[in-house]
């Protein structure tokens, strides 16, 4: 008899999104007459920067070529990319990461998924809450997660980020190993300072804690006082793991690309206490489990550094932003209290209500798809995300039909 890995049971019976696209596609189907904009799912609707598309043509017509054709390559990434990532990304910073400590894969999703594979299932977690829902379903998968009890795991320590601590969750009250921290914040495009990121840096120092830290959105950032990365905080290469991706900085997100920084020095134990390098585990279990990203993908985002793909790729975040702002105005219009959009593509709006209440509002009376706030956790309760990820004519339409059902 075959059986099943059981953890699979206590998972939420529905992942957020899919619940959200089965709620628009019946919408559809009962008002075919209706246009539907959607600011949900943070999936990006600018063309790949000509920079890349270039790149790409130029790797494909290689692999057209015997002489220049490429097969396996590298599970840990090509070195011109590595060596871009490590240059532009880190060492123009001031911040020491060398080559061969960036891994690159097809997804930021799938790494801060799959990480949690080199640790022991009696790790005491931590997430944020609300979160990003991939961060607690793998540990749940994993079995680690213990019973779902009202909507929240046993085993899990839950980080409250509200209005009241300005979405930066509190250091947690007990000792905890594993720590998934993300900003800006996906979903409440919240921020943090170095100063703040330096009391998370400190509390893994000296409880030997390791921090995923998911820098998706990085490229946002626009204030010059929040820290593009962990690394810019002493001591972080020592505790902390980095996730970064082209998908929101470069539109790659149905090209995929991504990375994730693993510093030599990072540093996890045996059960006895032994010290254990994290970037050998992570080594290893790419090599098995990771054939790597494709040849042309992986040229297509080394042109992102080029001068031309930087002004590219800062030209479509600055449309965003402006998408963002559009919505944050509109929203402080109408009186409801929001955070983010302007270092983060997200605005995170209290609706004052039932999330799912808000999303069915939205999208009967004004055919527009948001996020309930409740599909990231308890304290999503009462929220809604917008994603700027759309056409400035969408959004200013989007916006304009709000006004007309608030």
């Not at 980080?159 to 800006?184: G, H, M, Q, W």
Request: glycine share 6%.
């Amino acid at each position: 008899m075959i059986k099943i890995n059981e953890n699979y049971l206590l998972l939420q019976p529905s992942y957020l999104f899919v619940d959200i696209a089965k709620r628009v596609r019946k919408f559809q189907e009962e008002h075919p007459e209706k246009k539907i904009i959607k600011l949900g799912i943070g999936d990006v609707t600018l063309p790949l920067p000509q920079a890349c598309i270039q790149a790409l043509h130029k790797a494909v017509d290689e692999m057209a070529k015997a002489e220049t054709f490429k097969g396996y390559g590298p599970e840990q990434g090509y070195a011109f990319l590595r060596e871009k990532i490590a240059q532009f990304d880190f060492k123009n910073r001031g911040i020491d990461i060398e080559p061969d400590e960036v891994f690159i894969s097809d997804g930021a999703k799938c790494d801060t998924g799959n990480f949690q594979e080199l640790f022991a299932q009696d790790i005491k977690i931590a997430v944020p809450d609300p979160v990003y829902p991939v961060y607690v379903d793998t540990n749940v998968m994993a079995g680690r997660a213990g019973q779902l009890v009202k909507g929240e795991y046993s085993n899990i320590i839950y980080l409250r980020s509200t209005k009241e601590n300005n979405y930066i969750p509190d250091l947690p009250a007990s000792k905890v190993d594993l720590i998934y921290l993300c900003f800006p914040n996906n979903p409440t495009g919240a921020t943090i300072d170095q100063q703040e990121l330096k009391k998370w840096v400190n509390y893994a120092l000296e409880n030997k804690a390791l921090i995923l830290y998911d820098a998706a959105y990085e490229a946002f950032i626009q204030d010059q006082n929040i820290p593009h990365s962990i690394f810019e905080v002493p001591g972080a290469k020592q505790v902390a793991v980095e996730f970064r991706s082209f998908s929101k900085t470069a539109g790659f997100t149905g090209t995929r690309c991504a990375y994730t920084i693993v510093p030599k020095e990072c540093t996890a134990y045996t059960q006895e206490g032994s010290p254990v390098n994290v970037h050998q585990l992570w080594m290893r279990r790419q090599n098995t489990k990771f054939n790597g990203v494709s040849y042309p993908v992986q040229r297509a985002a080394e042109a992102v550094y080029s001068p031309e793909g930087q002004k590219q790729i800062k030209t479509n975040v600055q449309y965003y932003l402006n998408n963002a702002r559009i919505m944050r105005e509109t929203i402080a219009q109408l009186g409801l209290h929001c955070v983010g959009g302007k270092n983060s593509p997200y605005v995170w709006v209290e609706c004052q209500q039932d999330s799912w209440k808000f999303f069915d509002l939205l999208l009967n009376q004004a055919g527009i798809v948001c996020t309930p706030g409740a599909g990231f956790g308890k304290s999503g309760q009462g929220y809604i995300r917008l994603s700027a990820f759309n056409s400035l004519d969408n959004v200013q339409e989007a916006m304009e039909k709000i006004k007309q059902v608030l």
